[in-house]
């Protein structure tokens, strides 16, 4: 094995704890939050491995930067230890239905991967992932597309002070 | 070079256990959290596709990253929308419960 495959499989532990840590605090909120961090931390990590190094930067500055500081902003605008959270256990059927989901999705994706047989990476061209290549296609091939992510996003902006802003009666 | 099925299996872990956070967590913030995850899980396996298709010798293509950056921008607006709905349903109810939030239930 060949250090980024160690690696790999490293960040993956990683993700994967940092998602149960999310799933399983249940008393805590921040907690939760932190488990999230690490791991959208790791995804950008597992990004660079893949070679997708704008990716794993816009992972960073995106996600564990802007959304997750946003998440807990609302946290910690709300005293979370004074509301009790998560009193009510969840419902029995929730548990249920969570359960047979979970199972399916799983047996359906690995059996996918499994029959699917992807091929192995190959290498790469010279000077693949880098920006220019992606800034290129995004102001080509892809403009409308792009537009309509700066529109969405305006109408998101507005929504959100609108929502913010006044009580719902 | 990285085994892709691993990461596209790992991409289906993590989905499913963002699955399983926003059905049995009643907490609105962690629900939001845990849909993030799932978004996160399909960007994994968006990426570790493009990688096969980034080593096609007929014509490397960068499509998989592309969509990740569209799906980056329909979750940061996402996030931007919950959260000011949560901002506006605890100041209205005092409670981050969705079980508090049943108004619309059928």
């Known amino acids: ?8 499989y490293a960040l993956a532990a990683l993700a994967v704890f940092g998602a149960l840590a999310m799933l399983l605090f249940v008393r805590e909120v921040v907690a939760s939050a932190m488990g999230l961090a690490v791991t959208m931390v790791s995804l ?6 893949l070679e997708a190094h704008l990716i794993a930067a816009l992972q960073i500055i995106v996600y564990a930067g802007a959304i997750l500081v946003l998440f807990l902003f609302v946290i910690m605008l709300f005293d979370p230890n004074n509301d009790d959270f998560d009193r009510a256990d969840p419902p029995q059927i929730a548990i249920k239905v969570a359960g047979i989901a979970a199972a399916l999705m799983l047996g359906v994706a690995i059996a996918g991967v499994v029959s699917a047989g992807l091929p192995d990476a190959g290498e790469l061209p010279e000077g693949f ?3 220019r ?9 892809y403009v409308i597309p792009v537009e309509a992510a700066g529109l969405l996003l305006l109408a998101a902006m507005v929504g959100a002070v609108v929502l913010a802003k006044q009580r719902i009666d | 070079m990285l085994p892709i099925d ?6 289906a872990v993590l989905f499913t256990i963002g699955t399983v956070g926003a059905l049995t967590r009643r907490n609105l913030i962690v629900m939001l959290m845990s ?3 799932m978004l996160n899980a399909a960007n994994l396996a968006f990426v570790g596709f493009n990688r096969i298709w980034a080593a096609n010798p007929e014509g490397s293509a960068l499509d998989g ?7 980056v921008t329909v979750a940061a607006a996402e996030i931007a929308i919950g959260l000011g709905m949560v901002i506006a349903l605890v100041r209205n109810r005092d409670s981050m419960n969705v079980e508090d939030h049943s108004v619309l239930k059928w």
Request: charged share 5%; aromatic share 12%; hydrophobic share 65%.
């Open chain 1, 129 to 131: 992932g880098g920006f």
């Open chain 2, 6 to 11: 691993h990461v596209i299996g790992l991409s």
């Open chain 1, 133 to 141: 290549d992606i800034g290129l296609q995004l102001f080509t091939a």
């Open chain 1, 1 to 8: 094995m060949t250090i980024e495959v160690v690696l790999f």
């Open chain 1, 44 to 49: 950008a990590g597992i990004y660079l491995l």
């Open chain 2, 65 to 71: 990253q592309i969509f990740v950056l569209m799906v």
């Open chain 2, 35 to 37: 849909i993030e995850l």
